[in-house]
């Protein structure tokens, strides 16, 4: 029981290059989230998805795309990487009784 | 305006001893959760405790306990007999309103940095 997996773990971009973020999940949770985490701030949500085949925008979209690939897989896509994109980028996924939130590992994103 | 406020930046504690780390939330919605989530230097984000707005006792995993006290809206986080272990970012965190498309919306506040000293 892995929890939630994300690759890479580390990334570096040139400005304008495209990349997606991989997350899943083998704890059977119907939502998952992407958030980013900048330098003396908590998390912010990017978007997410709250059961297969639906995604919608959190607080912080503009830039990114996502897919919920099924219900394990849930990919974040950076089309054209900005410097303001270098951040942290963590994934989560819920259960339901409490919506408590498990994290993946998260992947460092360095934008030149 | 900020729904989760933490307002130590850092804190120091002595090895043993017990330290607590302030939380206040503001809301206006009847039913919320409250968590609690440790980051340590190698930077995943662990789950320690959960406290529901409907729940009448105080939250408590081992060494953690929630401080919840809903009239002033806070949700204190203490750490009894602090280890080493425990020096990291603690992020405390609430699952508001239903988002548009299901789930729910949860906001973190900006993390305390805890210090254990020897």
């Known amino acids: 029981n892995a929890g939630v997996t994300q690759t890479p773990k580390f990334q570096v971009l040139k400005t304008g290059q495209s990349m997606t973020l991989q997350c899943a999940q083998d704890?059977?949770?119907?939502?998952m989230y992407w958030y980013r985490q900048d330098p003396g701030m908590g998390l912010r949500l990017i978007y997410y998805?709250?059961?297969?085949?639906?995604?919608d925008k959190g607080e912080v979209p503009n830039g990114y795309n996502v897919s919920r690939l099924n219900k394990r897989e849930f990919s974040l896509r950076l089309e054209s990487a900005a410097p303001s994109q270098t951040s942290v980028y963590f994934c989560?996924?819920?259960?339901?009784?409490?919506?408590?939130?498990?994290f993946g590992p998260g992947t460092r994103l360095t934008v030149l | 305006a900020q729904k989760i406020t933490q307002t130590q930046p850092g804190m120091f504690v002595q090895e043993k001893e017990a330290v607590t780390l302030d939380c206040t939330y503001d809301?206006?919605?009847?039913?919320?959760?409250l968590f609690w989530y440790k980051q340590p230097s190698s930077g995943e984000m662990i789950f320690l405790i959960y406290?529901?707005?409907?729940?009448?006792q105080n939250a408590t995993e081992g060494r953690y306990s929630l401080n919840f006290q809903k009239a002033r809206k806070s949700a204190n986080l203490v750490i009894s007999a602090s280890q080493l272990g425990d020096s990291a970012m603690y992020f405390c965190?609430?699952?508001?309103?239903?988002?548009?498309?299901?789930?729910?919306?949860?906001?973190f506040g900006a993390g305390t940095r805890l210090f254990v000293k020897a």
């Open positions: 989560a996924s819920s259960e339901g009784t409490t919506d408590t939130q498990y």
């Open positions: 704890m059977n949770h119907n939502s």
């Open positions: 998805s709250a059961s297969e085949g639906t995604t």
């Open positions: 809301t206006s919605d009847q039913s919320y959760g």
């Open positions: 406290q529901g707005s409907y729940d009448e």
């Open positions: 965190a609430m699952r508001e309103g239903a988002l548009n498309t299901g789930g729910f919306k949860t906001i």
